[in-house]
């Protein structure tokens, strides 16, 4: 592993830190108790330490990829301890690896008795060394700074012998096979470290972690690399282990099998808590005829025609079946929508029925995860929606550096800019604690490069390539590289002054389009040689050329250094952006009522959580109100209860009746998990029949615990997001917040700061 240093690049403190001296001999005087905040400028792999001769009382370490430290938490992880004393060095020490993923860090002083000096602050950071053979460029510069970021977070999570899957110590810190599927798709295209690639795929091929995908998602990761390397010998090795693998979905197909997880997002029912909701089950239907049909293809180029004819039928026998029904996408979501057209079996009818249906909502064609957007974007793609495609990244993974972002996410919404301040404490969600360094996320990266770019293999091993850049409406040019083991493949494009240049290395051959972006193209020149206009003219290292709406193409182009210009004609069409729409009206927020509801909120009906005790609410419901459900993940599946104080004349707690007397009751229902810590519920409201109508939550920090929640808003049939994500805070006094909608509806209540998720009353109003 090579190891190197990072200084902060930001520092600050209270007054008790004196750093007027920092820059110059890099020392900061400590007068007295305070915290410190140093920024490293991005997140690492790393500890942190510093060094003093003459420390003095308690001190204590903290670490954090945002810019909070995570105290919501008590054991998972923990973030904050009494450093190791090493001579005069002082060091966090975590766990037994030592190193996390770290943005923030900060020395709390506890006690004081005399001045004493902190030099030395420092990351040490630990990475495996890899260089960037891989390079992407556009005229986007947020696309840019996307493929390199995805990159930059894989290789964070190269430990020494495999990928990990996320540098926070959750127990995760292993490498995940159908993680590491997106990881190592953009480690081939970035590092070209096909070695390393190989040697995680044998230390993967016989783990699933028990979820049923992953071990298709390692079967795509391998073809993924056969693809990319020709390593025929590796994927002959494997050939029982994905038959095994192959054969036990078709054996469980259709029974509706328990999948444990397919994805965060809350269609694919949130992560642990419903894996086998329809929509996960379909997609993970679509993704075993995927996994058929490419193993099939691959088994094909090795002459097993045995194998090619047993899972190209497997993968036809059950899309015909599926086909019985004409309608078969319409319950369908995004997830399972993707799935399918990635399987490559859908007609032009179908990919643009399936587009309509569920591509067309700026809000929801973006999934909660990363990656599980790897494979709606395969899916833009595959249907040549390359502008709709760049959007939704934009939205997702550009979201995410807007925010502050110097490494991927686990999960994000990108309404989540609006509420969290840059560099902020994130939502935790259904996951417990979101890393912000997740390789899982950078899937991203090969996709621009072999969609934008469009490098990509059509034989094992590059022996022959194709180059079908996709600039779309909005990019004016693209370059970059990608490393093969036969060597650099090269290309750019630029749409303004026509100018055009790619490699082809020795052994290879490649079919190069060169972009039309709906317009025309009436000339193009290698080294000032006319051989294209309208027709072919033969050139040495060309065996000829054609056009069609999308490119002119050249066909198998030698090997070579190539450098073209071409001549245009007319305008490339503006591209226009979604709006983003939300179904349900978010009202506002109430810090001032705090338990007086009468009068103001529920002359409709109401629900006051576990008022009476045990679990007891005391409720009024209205007509159009058939039922609330509450859920969380362990136990019973239901929050649980907490009575702060009986019989109290305290203000802050909700009011018996709309008549706002005393004496009142202060509860609440709240969520954790074993490990006591604060963790995500629902309340689910079902209506009887389409009606509009207003909901107000009531939440109360009661306890003083420092409670910051963030409230998720979801269609309750559909699951999509219904509402930006809004926050709660200083809600000591108690807080209101209020929706409008006309379904039925389910709220996530998700902590970001203080221990343990609350809810203290439901209010129902008619419209205004």
Aim: charged share 20%; net charge neutral; with cysteine.
């Amino acid at each position: 592993m090579e190891t190197y240093i990072l200084k902060p690049v930001k520092i600050s403190g209270s007054k008790s830190f004196d750093m007027k001296n920092y820059r110059s001999n890099d020392r900061i005087a400590v007068n007295g108790m305070g915290d410190i905040r140093f920024d490293f400028g991005r997140v690492s792999a790393a500890w942190v330490e510093f060094d003093s001769s003459d420390l003095e009382g308690e001190v204590e370490m903290s670490i954090s990829e945002y810019d909070q430290i995570p105290v919501y938490a008590t054991n998972y992880p923990k973030r904050t301890l009494k450093p190791v004393k090493r001579g005069n060095t002082y060091r966090l020490e975590l766990n037994p690896q030592l190193y996390e993923g770290v943005r923030f860090g900060w020395i709390h002083v506890r006690s004081f008795s005399r001045p004493w000096n902190i030099s030395g602050i420092r990351l040490v950071c630990q990475i495996r060394p890899t260089n960037y053979n891989g390079s992407f460029n556009c005229s986007d510069t947020m696309l840019t700074r996307i493929w390199y970021t995805g990159a930059y977070t894989v290789k964070l999570n190269l430990l020494q012998d495999h990928f990990g899957a996320i540098l926070m110590n959750r127990g995760d810190r292993i490498s995940w096979t159908g993680d590491a599927h997106p990881a190592q798709a953009a480690s081939m295209v970035a590092f070209g470290n096909y070695d390393f690639v190989k040697q995680n795929l044998v230390h993967t091929s016989t783990q699933s972690n028990g979820i049923r995908s992953y071990a298709l998602y390692w079967v795509l990761s391998l073809l993924d690399y056969y693809r990319y390397t020709g390593d025929t010998a590796t994927l002959e090795s494997y050939i029982d282990n994905v038959i095994a693998k192959l054969d036990d979905a078709y054996k469980v197909y259709g029974t509706n099998p328990d999948l444990l997880f397919f994805g965060w997002d809350e269609r694919l029912g949130a992560g642990f808590e419903h894996p086998n909701l329809p929509e996960p089950q379909n997609g993970y239907k679509m993704l075993s005829i995927r996994a058929w049909k490419e193993f099939a293809s691959a088994m094909n180029q090795l002459d097993r025609k045995d194998l090619f004819d047993k899972y190209a039928r497997y993968a036809e026998e059950k899309m015909q079946a599926i086909r019985k029904d004409e309608a078969w996408y319409r319950s369908y979501g995004l997830h399972a929508s993707a799935d399918a057209v990635n399987t490559g079996y859908l007609t032009a009818q179908e990919q643009h029925a399936v587009f309509k249906q569920s591509f067309t909502n700026r809000v929801n064609r973006i999934s909660y995860s990363p990656f599980n957007q790897y494979f709606v974007i395969q899916a833009f793609s595959a249907m040549h929606q390359y502008d709709d495609g760049l959007d939704a990244i934009r939205d997702l993974w550009g979201g995410q550096i807007k925010y502050g972002g110097t490494t991927f996410f686990e999960n994000y919404r990108p309404s989540w800019n609006a509420i969290i301040a840059k560099n902020g404490a994130v939502p935790s969600n259904q996951c417990g604690f979101t890393s912000l360094c997740h390789p899982w996320g950078a899937g991203v990266t090969k996709w621009l490069s072999e969609e934008i770019l469009g490098i990509k293999p059509t034989s094992p091993g590059f022996e022959s390539f194709q180059i079908m850049p996709h600039l779309g409406r909005t990019l004016t040019y693209v370059s970059g590289a990608v490393p093969t083991l036969k060597g650099e493949i090269s290309a750019s494009f630029n749409l303004l002054s026509g100018k055009c240049s790619f490699s082809v290395p020795a052994g290879t051959k490649g079919t190069i389009g060169i972009p039309k972006v709906e317009k025309r193209i009436k000339a193009l020149h290698v080294n000032d040689v006319l051989f294209w206009d309208g027709n072919y003219h033969s050139i040495e290292g060309i065996s000829g050329a054609y056009e069609d709406d999308e490119f002119v193409y050249l066909k198998d182009v030698q090997p070579g250094v190539y450098n073209l210009q071409v001549q245009y004609g007319g305008v490339t069409p503006k591209h226009s952006v979604l709006p983003e729409v939300f179904p349900a009206t978010y009202i506002g927020k109430d810090y001032s009522t705090g338990g007086n509801w009468g009068g103001t909120y529920g002359k409709d009906g109401y629900e006051l959580c576990n008022y009476d005790g045990d679990g007891k609410h005391r409720q009024r419901l209205p007509d159009y109100i058939s039922s609330i459900n509450y859920y969380k993940i362990f136990g019973n599946n239901l929050p649980l209860n907490k009575t702060w104080r009986i019989n109290t004349t305290d203000k802050r707690a909700l009011a018996p009746s709309s008549a706002n007397g005393f004496p009142r009751n202060a509860a609440c229902i709240y969520s954790e998990d074993q490990d006591q810590i604060g963790y995500t519920f629902t309340s689910t409201i079902n209506i009887k029949e389409p009606k509009r109508y207003r909901v107000t939550l009531y939440f109360l920090d009661w306890d003083g615990k420092g409670r910051k929640l963030a409230v998720e808003a979801f269609d309750a049939q559909t699951s999509e997001l219904v509402a930006p994500v809004q926050v709660i805070e200083h809600c000591e006094n108690g807080a209101y917040i209020t929706f409008e909608y006309n379904r039925s509806i389910k709220f996530r209540i998700n902590p970001i700061r203080g221990l343990t998720p609350v809810l203290s009353g439901i209010f129902f109003d008619a419209t205004q």
